[in-house]
T-cell receptor
Framework: NAGVTQTPKFQVLKTGQSMTLQCAQDMNHEYMSWYRQDPGMGLRLIHYSVGAGITDQGEVPNGYNVSRSTTEDFPLRLLSAAPSQTSVYFC??????????????FGDGTRLSIL | QKEVEQDPGPLSVPEGAIVSLNCTYSNSAFQYFMWYRQYSRKGPELLMYTYSSGNKEDGRFTAQVDKSSKYISLFIRDSQPSDSATYLCAVFYMDTGRRALTFGSGTRLQVQP
């Protein structure tokens, strides 16, 4: 049981480049989300999905796209990388339902640097 | 004003000490209160959650919520070097069609052997 798997673990990009951060979970969780973590800012929600085919914006969605074609996968796309997107990105998943489904399972993060 | 405020630390204590970690929040609509632990270069993992005022114990950990003052705390008894990590508080709200989970910025704890 792998839980939440994020790839790659590290990435360096040049300004203007695009890339996709991969996230996969094997727990059959309906709810998946992407966060970015910056010093002094805590975890901020970028996008989330409550099931295949359904996505919505979080607190800081600009510059990012998501799609959810399967229950297992929830990739995050950077359209045109900017230095302000240098951060650690975490993917999380949980069961949908009552508020107690919030015990989210996090991946180990992707550390992204934009030069 | 941030919805959740948390002292970033770092907090350094000797092994065996009682640790107190604290957060304040601004929105009285929040329903659930959580503490996550995050080791270096790892994702956060849920330690405890509660939805009512008062104390909740789990082993060496006690979560305390005071909704009247919008204050949440985590106490760690008999702290161990393995407790060295960043601790994130989080508050959660859910209503029809909307949910919001907001994290504090985290407090870094170092337990010295």
């Amino acid at each position: 049981n792998a839980g939440v798997t994020q790839t790659p673990k590290f990435q360096v990009l040049k300004t203007g480049q695009s890339m996709t951060l991969q996230c996969a979970q094997d727990m059959n969780h309906e709810y998946m989300s992407w966060y970015r973590q910056d010093p002094g800012m805590g975890l901020r929600l970028i996008h989330y999905s409550v099931g295949a085919g359904i996505t919505d914006q979080g607190e800081v969605p600009n510059g990012y796209n998501v799609s959810r074609s399967t229950t297992e996968d929830f990739p995050l796309r950077l359209l045109s990388a900017a230095p302000s997107q240098t951060s650690v990105y975490f993917c999380a998943s949980s069961y949908r339902g009552s508020g107690v489904d919030q015990p989210q399972h996090f991946g180990d993060g992707t550390r992204l640097s934009i030069l | 004003q941030k919805e959740v405020e948390q002292d970033p630390g770092p907090l350094s204590v000797p092994e065996g000490a009682i640790v107190s970690l604290n957060c304040t929040y601004s929105n009285s609509a929040f329903q659930y209160f959580m503490w996550y632990r995050q080791y270096s270069r790892k994702g956060p993992e849920l330690l405890m959650y509660t939805y009512s005022s008062g104390n909740k114990e789990d082993g060496r950990f006690t979560a305390q919520v005071d909704k009247s003052s919008k204050y949440i705390s985590l106490f760690i008894r008999d702290s161990q070097p393995s407790d060295s990590a960043t601790y994130l508080c989080a508050v959660f709200y859910m209503d029809t069609g909307r949910r919001a989970l907001t994290f504090g910025s985290g407090t870094r704890l170092q337990v010295q052997p």
